[in-house]
């Protein structure tokens, strides 16, 4: 993991033409039609906003950035933290495994 990883650039705020995408937006997800809401936005090649692949990017983000800390300032010699499973080369000398919620 690299610090580019955990950078994040946010979109800009909405203009007034765009107004009606948004309306129309959200009243598909008041209406629950979530999958024609995100075909709607990407129909109209809207690209701002949080969408649910903005909220899994922040949140796959947040995970790298739990396992990186727990690696390095706090881990102790012999323990190795990952999401997934380590391979023996990615293990090295460690003897435990610690799978973070």
């Not at 922040?58 to 800390?69: A, E, T, W």
């Amino acid at each position: 993991m690299t610090t580019d990883d955990l950078k994040f650039i946010p979109h800009s705020d909405m203009g007034a033409d765009e107004l009606p995408i948004v309306t129309s937006h959200r009243e598909l997800i008041q209406n629950q039609l979530y999958d024609e809401s995100v075909s709607f936005l990407n129909g109209n090649n809207y690209k701002k906003g949080f969408t649910a692949a903005v909220f899994n990017t922040i949140q796959n983000k947040l995970r790298k950035l739990q396992v990186y800390l727990l690696n390095k300032p706090s881990a102790e010699a012999d323990e190795f933290y990952s999401i997934t499973e380590p391979s023996s080369e990615e293990m090295g000398s460690k003897r435990f495994w610690i799978k973070p919620y």
